[in-house]
């Protein structure tokens, strides 16, 4: 089971998505059916829905860079120490936090549909929780094909 806050910092998401909790409790239902491991622990997320300022902050003051990017992920956990929990059977298991910029996703382009674009990034920022990098293509790979498989549910 996987269980997801959800905190709007950017009233603009309202435009777009009317009821984000809603919209994520059910696309992350859906995940849980298909995907393995969701279904053996309980696992909590934050999400922050940001915009361009207060993402460009969080860059510049956790990975000092100072731009605009699509997605924040800061992981709880090392990927080792997770997967011992998750080895364990451990419930409520903290995975950290994502933090996602409306303005990267609405000014793509070629982005006919939102949601899908909107999914595509929480999914990846939510991958990142669970110790996933994409500093090789090996890495990238890896963590791709879960992404997709994660999507491909959703």
Known sequence: MIKVDVLV??????????NSNIY???????AEGKID??????FIFSL?????????????KFRKKNKITYVL????????VLSKLIKNKQNNI???????NLNKIVK???????????DKIWIHGLVHLFGYRHKSNKDFSIMQKLENKILKSV
């Open 108 to 118: 793509k382009k070629n982005n006919n549909n939102f949601y899908n674009q909107f």
């Open 9 to 18: 910092s950017n009233k603009a998401w309202k435009n777009h998505i009317s």
């Open 37 to 42: 491991f969701l279904k053996k622990n309980k």
């Open 94 to 100: 903290y995975l950290g936090d994502v933090i996602i």
């Open 73 to 80: 992920s800061f992981p709880f956990h090392e990927k080792e």
């Open 48 to 60: 922050l829905l940001s915009g361009d300022k207060e993402i460009k902050k969080l860059n510049k």
């Open 24 to 30: 994520l409790k059910k696309k992350l239902k859906k």
